[in-house]
């Protein structure tokens, strides 16, 4: 069973493929089994991001779980899902643009019951252990940097990292605006935030301790909104891995299909191409 419309799979795995790197199928000698077409791996994988279940619940005759795991891991290693994340992003602003005079930040838990490298005691959830991302996004909600902690960190500490991500994660798209304002929540209402974004040149829209919204509403609904698409594959509602650069790989993955899907919805009002739906997705 597809866990995603052909309309975003196809394209996706068009782009995957051109990363992958080249690889003789079968062996020289004509021993050995031969290897699991990348195809198979990359349907799989997700599934098991999308559906948020186990490997082994979606081994079958045509490859085991140990295969997907090593297959997952190998792409880890190569920064596939990375690359994947920024050539869609980089298609989404050559073709819409992105709004990047506006940013905005926070961050979102969800649980994380095997615990691990960034899973921490949840203050929502009775203690259990969760996992934190802090999402950066631009106006539009286009997630363009997340950073993975445990539940129990703070917010504001976070602020920094994930800033450096997403200036990194612009410089490669073109040249900066000349101004930048990041829209935060009460949590970040500190000298610190403020020195933090000083430091790199932007400007912030804080939202103040002890005054509760709509009477101080800022243009941070965008990343509360993303945090939603994002809650919607069950990989990261319950994330059962154990290891940064694994939680981190499913990330990537999940924003790119999220930066997809919002660049088809939006091309299809300025855009023909073959294959077009007949209604906007």
Aim: with cysteine.
């Amino acid at each position: 069973m597809p866990a995603l419309p052909s309309r975003i799979l196809e394209p996706l795995w068009d782009q995957f493929a051109a990363l992958l790197p080249t690889r003789q199928v079968h062996h020289p000698l004509g021993c050995h089994r031969p290897r699991i077409p990348d195809r198979v791996i990359f349907d799989k994988l997700l599934q098991v991001l999308v559906f948020g279940c186990g490997y082994r619940r979606i081994e079958d005759a045509t490859c085991s779980a140990t295969t997907l795991r090593r297959r997952r891991d190998e792409w880890i290693v190569a920064g596939l899902a990375e690359q994947l994340r920024l050539l869609v992003l980089d298609a989404y602003d050559r073709m819409l643009g992105l709004e990047l005079s506006d940013l905005a930040i926070d961050g979102c838990i969800t649980k994380a019951p095997c615990g691990g490298q960034v899973a921490g005691p949840s203050p929502v959830d009775r203690g259990k252990q969760g996992l934190k991302r802090s999402v950066a996004t631009e106006a539009r909600g286009i997630p363009l940097a997340a950073v993975p902690a445990p539940a129990n960190r703070h917010d504001s500490p976070l602020l920094a990292p994930t800033l450096d991500k997403t200036l990194d994660t612009l410089a490669r798209l073109g040249p900066l605006s000349t101004t930048i304002t990041v829209a935060l929540d009460a949590a970040y209402d500190s000298d610190t935030t403020r020195t933090t974004l000083a430091e790199r040149d932007l400007a912030g829209q804080i939202a103040h301790k002890g005054i509760r919204a709509p009477i101080q509403a800022t243009s941070r609904w965008p990343v509360e909104r993303t945090h939603a698409w994002g809650n919607q594959f069950g990989k990261l509602r319950w994330c059962t891995e154990r290891t940064t650069p694994v939680v981190a790989f499913w990330l990537a993955l999940a924003h790119a299909i999220v930066t997809l899907g919002r660049l088809l919805r939006r091309a299809w009002t300025c855009y023909r191409w073959e294959g077009r739906p007949r209604r906007r997705p």
